[in-house]
């Protein structure tokens, strides 16, 4: 559906998008708009801003209507601000009257119903309770949660987004997932790390170059803007950037059009913008690292990751990934002993979560045997306290609810009775269930067993959250309350 009050500007884009494929409505005025969007919701709507009885912004504020299409501003009296907001309120993406025929196609091409990618989203955000991952992203803890829900936020639309956050703590990775969760997920995704490549170069890498341009320009070549058309650009320490180039990044954000050296043809960008620093942008734009007009054209959406300290509970969570990962590519399966990873936890990883995924590899490369333990693990240096674990409370909300597991020692339930004179002879877990108590003479098999009943309770029979806290295999796990199962089958067949 094309809104528009300018008959010819609506004749012109309803032959173009016609010429695509598309069937197409046009509508003068919100009230026809909204009378036609009753009869048959459209999959996309192209919304002048302008209109003779309001402003097309009214229709963002139409819930039910950006939950069913895709919107897309279109208008002649566009400001950066106005688009922002836009794009804030809902819309997917917003041209500039005359509106160019490859930035329309890119569009259209883009159609995907809101309704879709909120159930892709809410698939994610479910597998976080389940198995501790949003995509590629790992953690349960509530800083990684509040980053899982900015990325559901922003992800469908087209605002442009600025990731801080320490190196290592898992910058690529987001702007990628933004970008799988995203309209534009068909297209490219080039990483560009602004701090890597020659200040001589970088230019012609980002706009490219005409043969000739320069001194060895023995050939066109085509840039990362050319390279990511349709798709999305993720600018890596984009305080390493030039000056004099933020300024030409600027005026692409700006106008949507760029040139390469050494040509005066004029390229379309149709690219999403994703940028980085491991810097606060501030303190970059204060020393003069980074243009102030730059920086608030990129800090339209801003995500800020937590360094691996502020988030320790996810640590094993994070080693036992790592280390299945190694255990896929080198094929001899070890586990972490509970020692391991009550002392990766500790410890304040100023490498962040690049670090951990390197201390499990070498970690698991020097474990002789099937166990790995803390013998090979980093120490906080002298002088500097450990980090200090506080177990996470039970989160209701994002755990499956506790069902009947077949495989649940019948004996659980007497371990864990609220037992006001309980026997100093006897294994036991503490009343409040925050400590298994073993006095001296208790075999290991009854140990592990009251241990791994214990930590199962805990955790609301959740069986990857109690894997990854005892520092075994979810299969190991699985393997043992089979095995506690047939022997509570045995006991109730004696007589």
Same mark, same amino acid.
């Given at each position: 559906?094309?809104?528009?009050?300018?008959?010819d500007?609506?004749a012109m884009l309803?032959?173009?998008?016609?010429?695509?494929?598309f069937?197409?409505?046009?509508?003068?005025?919100l009230?026809?708009?909204?009378?036609?969007?009753?009869m048959?919701?459209?999959?996309?709507?192209?919304?002048?801003?302008k209109?003779p009885?309001?402003s +097309?912004?009214?229709?963002l504020?139409?819930?039910?209507?950006?939950?069913?299409?895709?919107?897309?501003l279109v208008t002649?009296?566009a400001?950066?601000?106005?688009?922002?907001?836009?794009?804030?309120?809902?819309?997917?993406?917003y041209?500039v @009257?005359?509106?160019?025929?490859?930035?329309?196609?890119g569009?259209?091409?883009?159609?995907?119903?809101?309704?879709?990618?909120?159930a892709?989203v809410? +698939?994610l955000?479910a597998?976080v309770?389940?198995?501790?991952?949003?995509?590629?992203?790992?953690?349960? *803890?509530?800083?990684m949660r509040?980053?899982?829900?900015q990325?559901s936020?922003?992800a469908g639309?087209?605002v442009?987004?600025?990731?801080?956050?320490?190196s290592?703590?898992? @910058?690529?990775?987001? $702007?990628?997932t933004?970008?799988?969760? *995203?309209?534009?997920?068909?297209?490219?995704?080039?990483a560009?790390?602004?701090?890597?490549i020659?200040?001589?170069l970088?230019? *012609?890498?980002?706009?490219?170059?005409? @043969?000739?341009?320069?001194?060895?320009?023995?050939r066109?070549h085509q840039?990362?803007?050319?390279r $990511?058309?349709?798709?999305?650009?993720?600018?890596d320490?984009?305080?390493e950037?030039?000056?004099?180039?933020?300024v030409?990044?600027?005026r692409?954000l700006?106008t949507?059009?760029?040139l390469?050296?050494?040509?005066?043809?004029?390229q379309e960008?149709?690219?999403?913008?994703?940028?980085?620093?491991?810097?606060?942008?501030?303190?970059?734009?204060?020393? +003069?690292?980074?243009?102030?007009?730059?920086?608030y054209?990129?800090n339209?959406f801003?995500i800020e990751?937590?360094p691996?300290?502020?988030?320790s509970?996810?640590v094993?969570?994070?080693a036992e990934?790592?280390?299945?990962?190694?255990i896929?590519?080198?094929?001899?399966?070890?586990?972490?002993?509970p020692?391991?990873?009550?002392?990766l936890?500790?410890?304040? !990883?100023?490498?962040?979560?690049?670090?951990?995924?390197?201390?499990?590899?070498?970690?698991?490369?020097?474990?002789e045997?099937?166990a790995?333990?803390?013998? !090979?693990?980093?120490?906080?240096?002298?002088?500097?306290?450990?980090v200090?674990v506080?177990?996470?409370?039970?989160?209701d909300?994002?755990?499956?609810a506790?069902?009947?597991?077949?495989a649940?020692p019948?004996?659980? $339930?007497?371990?864990?009775?609220d037992d006001?004179t309980p026997?100093?002879?006897?294994?036991r877990v503490?009343?409040?269930?925050?400590?298994?108590?073993?006095p001296?003479?208790?075999?290991?098999?009854?140990?592990?067993?009251?241990?791994?009943?214990a930590?199962l309770?805990?955790?609301?029979?959740?069986?990857e959250?109690?894997?990854?806290?005892?520092?075994i *295999?979810l @299969?190991?796990?699985?393997n043992r309350?089979?095995?506690?199962?047939?022997?509570d089958?045995?006991?109730?067949q004696?007589?």
């Open positions: 559906m094309i809104v528009d009050d300018d008959a500007a609506a309803a032959a173009l998008v016609a010429g695509r494929n069937s197409v409505a046009t509508a003068r005025s009230n026809e708009a909204r009378r036609q969007i009753l048959h919701p459209p999959d996309i709507v192209l919304l002048d801003l209109l009885d309001g +097309g912004m009214e229709l504020s139409d819930t039910q209507l950006t939950a069913r299409s895709e919107i897309v002649g009296h400001s950066l601000e106005t688009s922002i907001q836009a794009l804030r309120m809902g819309a997917a993406d041209l @009257k005359p509106v160019h025929l490859k930035q329309l196609e569009v259209l091409s883009r159609v995907t119903p809101p309704s879709a990618l909120l892709e809410e +698939g955000n597998e309770g389940q198995r501790g991952h949003f995509g590629a992203l790992w953690g349960r *803890s509530a800083p509040r980053v899982y829900q990325i936020r922003v639309t087209g442009t987004v600025f990731i801080t956050g320490e290592g703590t898992g @910058k690529e990775v987001v $702007a990628q933004v970008h799988e969760l *995203s309209r534009r997920r068909k297209r490219p995704f080039l560009v790390n602004c701090g890597a020659s200040p001589n970088i230019e *012609s890498e980002i706009f490219g170059h005409e @043969k000739g341009s320069f001194t060895g320009a023995e066109q840039g990362f803007f050319e $990511a058309h349709g798709g999305t650009l993720f600018l320490e984009i305080t950037m030039p000056l004099e180039l933020q030409k990044l600027l692409v700006e949507g059009t760029y390469r050296v050494g040509s005066t043809v004029t960008a149709d690219v999403r913008i994703i940028a980085a620093s491991n810097r606060p942008p501030q303190q970059a734009v204060a020393s +003069g690292k980074l243009r102030e007009d730059l920086f054209r990129l339209v801003p990751l937590p691996l300290m502020q988030r509970e996810d094993p969570l994070l990934h790592f280390l299945q990962q190694v896929e590519r080198e094929g001899e399966a070890k586990r972490f002993t020692a391991a990873l009550t002392k936890q500790a410890y304040r !990883w100023p490498g962040n979560v690049r670090e951990l995924r390197n201390v499990v590899q070498r970690a698991y490369v020097m474990a045997g099937g790995i333990d803390d013998d !090979w693990l980093p120490t906080n240096p002298p002088g500097v306290e450990p200090r506080v177990p996470a409370a039970p989160d909300a994002a755990l499956p506790a069902e009947p597991d077949p649940a019948g004996a659980a $339930a007497a371990a864990f009775a006001a026997s100093p002879a006897v294994a503490t009343a409040d269930a925050s400590a298994v108590i073993v001296i003479g208790t075999s290991l098999a009854e140990t592990e067993r009251l241990l791994i009943t930590t309770q805990h955790f609301r029979q959740h069986k959250r109690t894997a990854a806290a005892l520092g *295999s @299969k190991t796990l699985y309350l089979k095995e506690y199962a047939a022997l089958g045995e006991d109730t004696r007589p």
